[in-house]
């Protein structure tokens, strides 16, 4: 009974921090006077105050501790629930999401509101795979230090302390952050007619495809493609341009850097290091207005990508486009022709 109840304190405690920041986050966000901030430094403002004033009262919470061995088991379970925020944020809110129902969801403005600046924040956050594997390397580190530290503890056993239960509830966000991701279905931003094929060529293993949802919430638009030729009807090979940022002079000012050739089959969704000759490729092109639009469900929302021109697969069954949303990355789309 007091294992059980001390895994709900520990349950309790993250959730109460997580819905403190939240709290902060929005408070920080409807500040009006924060309007003469520019757009990227409100972002950071929004961020950083309500982190310094939860850091401050984790920190007087850790002083509080009576000896050297408390202060460093609560310095490392503070540290755990903290880091461990933004991944409970977004399963915690597509839970409740899910278990409300849309159209409840729909009917509560206000609490929608409320977490809808710390979701798009974690989403952010993640958007890059350095980061996001940094992060969860942290949080998944801490968690396994601060059990070490807690089972070699004199006194009481670890299993009868709070903070070996709030380092191992930390971890269940952890896991189930790019399972939570995973379930959620990516729309790419064009939606082809009912008669006709479209694959996405995306990397769909962990952690690309976390990340990639996690650009497309919110709206980070890093990466272009190119699409460079066909191999054979089956095989497309392409290039990925990384840091580029589109302005007033189109991609010119800040193009980005061009990756290494990638070959994308289409039988198996498989994406290798192209090895062969770009000069060997088949690389016929074809008007948009002809051979895109046709086959397109809502022609109004097709923009092509920095590289607009279609490539036409060496039999003439396949295509391949790019296809731009504006407030979401763009992608590279395989289409099958009549």
């Known amino acids: 009974m007091k294992k059980l109840a001390l895994a709900l304190a520990g349950l309790g405690v993250l959730l109460a921090l997580a819905l403190l920041l939240q709290g902060l986050f929005w ?8 309007s003469f901030i ?19 009262g ?14 460093g088991e609560a310095t490392i379970t503070a540290l755990a629930a903290l880091i461990v925020q933004p991944f409970l944020v977004v399963t915690g809110t597509l839970a409740l999401w899910r278990v409300v129902g849309s159209e409840a969801w729909l009917r509560m403005p206000g609490i929608v509101q409320i977490l809808s600046s710390p979701y798009v924040l974690t989403a952010l956050l993640f958007s890059d795979v350095v980061r996001y594997l940094s992060v969860s390397a942290v949080v998944l580190g ?14 009481d056993p670890a299993s009868e302390r709070l903070p070996l239960y709030v380092l191992a509830i930390s971890l269940v966000p952890v896991v189930a952050f790019p399972l939570t991701l995973r379930s959620i279905p990516y729309r790419p931003p064009v939606e082809p007619d009912a008669d006709v094929e479209m694959e996405v060529v995306v990397r769909s293993r962990w952690p690309f495809s976390t990340v990639r949802m996690c650009r497309a919430i919110a709206g980070v638009a890093t990466h272009q493609y190119e699409p460079l030729g066909w191999v054979d009807e089956e095989t497309l090979v392409y290039r990925v341009w990384r840091g580029g940022r589109h302005g007033g002079d189109g991609w010119r000012s800040q193009p980005g850097s061009p990756g290494a050739p990638l070959s994308y089959h289409l039988a198996d969704g498989a994406i290798a290091r192209f090895e062969g000759d ?25 923009h092509p990508g920095r590289f607009e021109e279609p490539m036409v697969s060496s039999g003439g069954g396949w295509i391949a486009f790019t296809a731009w949303g504006f407030d979401r990355p763009e992608d590279l789309l395989v289409m099958s022709l009549p």
């Open 27 to 34: 408070l920080v966000w409807h500040v009006p006077d924060w």
């Open 38 to 56: 520019a757009p990227r430094g409100r972002w950071w403002t929004v961020i950083g105050i309500p982190v310094i004033v939860i850091v401050a």
């Open 58 to 71: 984790l920190a007087t919470l850790v002083l509080s501790r009576p000896t050297r061995a408390a202060k």
């Open 142 to 155: 801490l968690i396994a230090v601060g059990a070490a530290r807690s089972a070699r503890r004199e006194g």
């Open 278 to 302: 770009l000069s060997d490729l088949h690389d016929a092109t074809c008007d948009p207005a002809t051979c895109v639009e046709p086959a397109l469900a809502d022609v109004p929302s097709y």
